[in-house]
């Protein structure tokens, strides 16, 4: 069973970038799509960005699309989104996702594995 651990949240001032990680813990992530999403306060958890199993398509919201960028390293197990010109809606508890299937995370956003998240915070 994939266990995620994400990292590389923070604090970082508007316009800044920051780059999350997340690896498998426990086994490798081989056929999992990947994903983000985040719960900023006070709304409900959303869709971020997803990448295929092959790393050759990677799906973006309308909110990050121009300014995240989600990447993976199958030999390494570890999913990125690397963020930048971040605003202060970005504010917000990340969320590493895994499935199967692509459209778990890309559509009905109920992928079957979560890691625990990771705080990012943008301050003016």
């Known amino acids: 069973q994939v266990q995620l651990v994400e990292s590389g949240g923070g604090l970082v001032q508007a316009g800044g970038s920051l780059r999350l990680s997340c690896a498998a813990d426990g086994r490798t992530f081989s056929g999992y799509a990947l994903g983000w999403f985040r719960r900023a306060p006070g709304k409900e958890r959303e869709y971020v960005a997803a990448?295929?199993?092959?790393?050759?398509?990677?799906y973006y919201a309308d909110s990050v699309k121009g300014r995240f960028t989600i990447s993976r390293d199958n030999g390494k197990n570890t999913v990125y989104l690397q963020m930048n010109s971040l605003k202060l809606e970005d504010t917000a508890v990340y969320y590493c996702a895994a499935d199967l299937t692509l459209m778990r995370i890309t559509i009905t956003s109920n992928p079957s594995r979560w890691g625990q998240g990771t705080q990012v915070t943008v301050s003016s």
């Open positions: 990448i295929s199993w092959s790393g050759d398509s990677a």
